[in-house]
């Protein structure tokens, strides 16, 4: 089970649903505390702003990232739940939730995960740099980019309400 929110309601979330693995999307300036019951081993930083573009200033999505987030999902045992979060819990957190799903169904079901996350979250805005990275690393030639495509922007607001994505096929 993944749940996905945003950095003020990290704590509660990982409270709530046992979470003992987290990823957090934020920038270097960031204050970041992890939460109780979450063993260092188990948390990932990845340190990058929420852009599609470089901009002076700020951390550009990378294929290192990326990769370190798929090497990261690929050992987590899956006893129990992922939390994955950035600032808002709209764009980066859930880019990565669907990378998550992706990488864990490589059978290829990327419309069916795009349309499971819009339906967990009316806000879900994913990452395409994000989501471009992990398709080109897992082989998915274009589906992963055209299936976020597919399910459109979000309903936007400064901070989404947690939710939780189920990991397809699983």
């Known amino acids: 089970m993944i749940h996905v929110c945003s950095l003020p309601r990290l704590s509660d979330t990982v409270s709530q649903t046992g979470a003992r693995h987290v990823v957090s999307l934020l920038g270097n300036e960031d204050n970041l505390v992890i939460p109780p019951g979450v063993p260092r081993a188990n948390h990932l930083w990845l340190k990058l702003h929420d852009i599609a573009e470089p901009r002076d200033g700020y951390v550009h999505p990378a294929r290192a990232h990326i990769e370190e987030l ?23 957190s859930t880019a990565a939730a669907f990378v998550t799903v992706c990488t864990l169904n ?25 989501v471009a990275l992990a398709d080109d690393i897992l082989g998915r030639n274009g589906r992963m980019v055209e299936a ?4 459109g922007q979000g309903v936007v607001l400064t901070e989404a309400a947690p939710f939780r994505l189920e990991l397809v096929g699983h």
């Open 70 to 92: 798929i090497g990261f999902v690929k050992r987590w045992d899956r006893e129990s739940p992922l939390v994955i979060h950035c600032f808002a819990g709209v764009s980066r």
């Open 106 to 130: 490589p059978e290829g079901k990327e419309a069916a995960i795009a349309q499971a996350l819009r339906r967990a979250s009316p806000t879900a805005t994913p990452n395409v740099r994000i």
């Open 148 to 151: 976020v495509t597919a399910i």
